[in-house]
């Protein structure tokens, strides 16, 4: 089994700043590449950031400039520091990894929630 698991969400004032964590646990041979979706009400779950096993990252044309993605000293762990936020933020963010165990699969975490006010 493989298990991810976020934490770092919360309600926070526009132009503040958070940072989400998200670890990968369990019978893992390697992770190809770690991600962070959102989702907020009455939309599509959406891409936000990414980084591959070689430290390629990529971001959403709404956060570049604002959040980065990194991975953590052990290699299951990845962050995403969010600075100047806005309400637009607001979502339930979702870590993803595409992790080999056997066989390459995409694994979810439960997400956790970010809330920024005006």
């Known amino acids: 089994q493989v298990q991810l698991v976020e934490s770092g969400g919360g309600l926070v004032q526009a132009g503040g700043s958070l940072r989400l964590s998200c670890a990968a646990s369990?019978?893992?041979?390697?992770?190809?590449?770690m991600d962070w979706y959102r989702q907020a009400p009455g939309n599509q779950r959406e891409l936000v950031a990414s980084?591959?096993?070689?430290?390629?990252?990529n971001y959403a044309d709404s956060v570049k400039g604002r959040f980065t993605i990194s991975r953590g000293n052990a290699a299951n762990t990845v962050y995403l520091q969010m600075n100047s936020l806005k309400p637009d933020d607001t979502a339930v963010y979702y870590c993803?990894?595409?992790?080999?165990?056997?066989?390459?699969?995409?694994?979810w975490g439960r997400g956790t929630q970010v809330t920024v006010s005006s």
């Open positions: 369990g019978s893992i041979l390697s992770i190809n590449a």
């Open positions: 980084i591959t096993s070689g430290g390629t990252t």
């Open positions: 993803h990894g595409l992790i080999t165990r056997f066989v390459v699969r995409s694994y």
